[in-house]
DNA sequence: AATGAATGAGTGTTCATTCAT
DNA sequence: CATGAATGAACACTCATTCAT
């Protein structure tokens, strides 16, 4: 039924729709720009321009440049945190009968997770270079370091529950959990170096040219490492 | 023998050690500054200030930014040449027995090279912001780029060799080598992470209990992995 | 009649008004400072001072110091081509009876293209100092030295002219441009010299007592030179 | 007859010849840098370099860049004020016939005195860009001064000199001899910048091939505009 | 809400000048 | 006397951020 109610609400509506298409248009165009001058060389301006808005826009949606980076990396974690939720689901409802299952799909969250937005997945390392100290609100700063914390936790609990269950060898579970982070991690970024050597401008087909094998023989080497049930 | 002319020669040997040894306060000072800040946000004043020099002195013996960033670098990839070197030349020699062996020292080349100089090696990544097309001269633009070649180029062959040798199983040696230093550069940046986070500064002492254990792991695991001879 | 569209068209003339105000601002004040110091030892902090903005904001105006300076010079050939061209249509139009009108025109040309803007007329002759190689995007660069070429293109083509009708001497038109040229430039670089001798800060009226006279001198001798119709 | 005392006057003599040899060999490396570069670009650096010498050695000889610069200036002012004495003396002397005798004569004045030192004399313009504020000793700086002010005093009497003989129009001799230099160093500039723009370098050879004749042109007119015999 | 314009605080780099030897 | 090394003071140019509209 139409009334002046639902007119005023469907009105607020559709703002509320552009507004958080607008913030998704400048978050987009943040990560393409991120990623390729990385956080410090990457300006304000330039962001601006790839969003075809002008600067001061930028700040109505982000307070600061750390701001709109932070932005763009927790949905990165939050996605990393939602795959191993997935798996840990899994493992509780016993739907795991092999270890090399559980480690293909371990690979598999880590790289949904850089498939939907490979950008965001490596500006996750430039964390380091990020004024680690300013303000930024800590709301955003007090997220960050708590969806970091807490998707490394599942992970944790995603080998630990595979241990228990007797599908991969026991191992350190904190000590096995940055080791996958960190050979994915250091794999992907390694990839994207020497793709660039070749061509600039990370065309993504050239890099998964070399990537997918890459990660596919470190799911083998860990298979072989971690299951339980002999070679494979 | 005391004379005019060995005089002449002492001060001029002098002079060349205090120079090299300025040299080597400035390198120190910026793998400090370039490893805490990143390249982009090192400035050359902060530099200068570590060093406790003036900023003009140190242009006295770098070029540029980028000449003094890579002179930083160079000698790490180096070390890692070196290295490579000596597992070639055992190899060759016949003196591996068993691949758990061959992986051990695998790893620990690339431990020995990473606690050389672990800022140095860590900035290795910073590459990639760097001023990639600046000129520098030519020389160390092309030196690095060939010595990360080469670096590589020997580690495949040491995998080579292992496999001709029966040490580790038949693997993809572009696709393994790139593993094996995705693996130690990510697990190390990781870690170097979750240590600063605890206690910003990067002691060393909160460092190392992190990492030594997780490579230990990872060592274990590829040997499991990679070897030929079966389960440990 | 007033309305909306109107306003925003009123809106957005003051802008341009505005803007092109302070761009005015800016080259008057870059004039003074270039003319005082010279190219090299004018500073953009000198100018945005004298200019009584920000550094920053001149840039939004001017890409480069190299750009600021060229704009500056621009006008002034376009105004002695301006000059000529009247000149040029004057004789092709047959309107010179006598060379020595052609003479005093000539000067009057030349006088009042440097009268336009004095200090963007002396300036023409920093022209050596400046950066010359330095890119400032190929038009500006292109533009003056084709409009220096065009001028003086222009000024031989009015000597032609008067030497087919008969005004004045038949000589050398690359030559006597100049000449013509030079003595301009030289007298007036001289005369400035010597009034600042006197007492600093170019007033004009101290230029000017010293200048007109001498200007007129050389008209004379020119006029008795080049003339055809012998001794005034 | 060999004594101690000639001894060391010998020695002290040869220390002086050396030294003056040595500030020759700053004053002509600094004249082409000086020349190649303008005031400002040029630097200590370089002229130490072109010098073949230390950079603090320069200091030693002379006390900043501006008593440099002015050291490089002032021969130039006496060769013309000598130059300007010869002719005065020949119409003292009564020895002068004709005007055209005398024209000829005062450019050959200027041309052996450009021809002297082309550098030198072209160096002379840059003097509004030096520090026109700054110390330097109060000795060079009046010495220049008073310098400028005599060799322009000494061509206004040999002009003076002209007219009283009959030789040439009577003219107001501080306007003339303002109108001749600026004519002269006007056209050396203007054929510079020429020659410059052909092919940088400033190889004599073009640069005479186009100044030559254009003085030659020049000295014509004003023998035409100043002399009283008529028409030649 | 959006933007053109403005700016304070740096950046890397250079240079005339001065020590210490 | 000559010099290698050092430095204070600039300089052109940039950028995140904020007004005024």
Partial sequence: MYTRQNHRQAIQDRKHREREHRRQTILAAAKRVFFSKGYAKATMDEIAMAAEISKPTIYQYFKTKDDLYFSLVLPVL?????????????????????????VRDLFKAYYHCYETSPEGFMILELLQQTNQVRELGVRTRAALSERGRSSFARGRHVLELGIEQGLIRPVDVHQAADILWGLFVGVVQLEIIKSQQKRPGLKGDALDRLLKPTLKLAEALFTEALCVEGRV
Same sequence: chains 1, 2, 3, 4.
């Avoid at 191993?84 to 299952?101: C, D, K, P, Q, T």
């Fill in 78 to 102: 939050d996605e990393l945190d939602r795959q191993w939720a997935e798996l840990e689901a899994g493992l509780e409802a016993g739907r795991y009968r092999s270890g090399a299952r559980l």
